[in-house]
């Protein structure tokens, strides 16, 4: 982890996430002789979320710094994930009103942070990357907390087992059209939750 090296936060702007600095190295020979010889190059990018934009920053050049307010974000993508037995968030991208998107990659927050997520972006909503598909369809957000209980009891027991993860890899094969048709049917939205997912959450929180 290291700071930004073309950005300068302005007065009253804060770090809330990262930064972080990704960098791939990759080297190149030619040449015949005495001429013949190699070169390396390393490119790469570091990334932030202050509490006013994004930041995504080009390491090459500071021309291609992109930054991005946090009022224009409309979606946030992320994955839970399971770190030395604690539930952790990845930030994967985002995407904003005008359709850009950026990839950030900032890996291993707590979970509750993302309690942040709606003061630092008002108008965007919190989707799931190769998540709880039918759930976060069925009750409208990768956030609530019946979802948030299914995908914890996904990554701590299922996970656990050889069946439980060709289940996972199933369901998230199969689930994302069957979802994406609920989620825009009120009442299959109802069903699910009522007739599925209730259920399901009863079974999972008698387990854990």
Known sequence: MRGFQFTELADGEELVFGPVTFTQSASFSGGQGP???SMSKTSGRTVGITNQRVIVEDLSSADKTKTYPNADVQKVFIKRKQRGGQPTIDITRISTSTGQVAKLGIKGLPAQASSRFKELFPNAEVSADSSCFIATAAYGSAMAPQVVALCQFRDTRLRASRFGQWTIAA??????PLAAWISERPTARAWVRSLILVPALWFVRHLS
Not at 171 to 176: A, F, I
């Open 35 to 37: 001429a013949q010889g």
């Open 171 to 176: 369901y998230e094969r199969l689930s994302p």
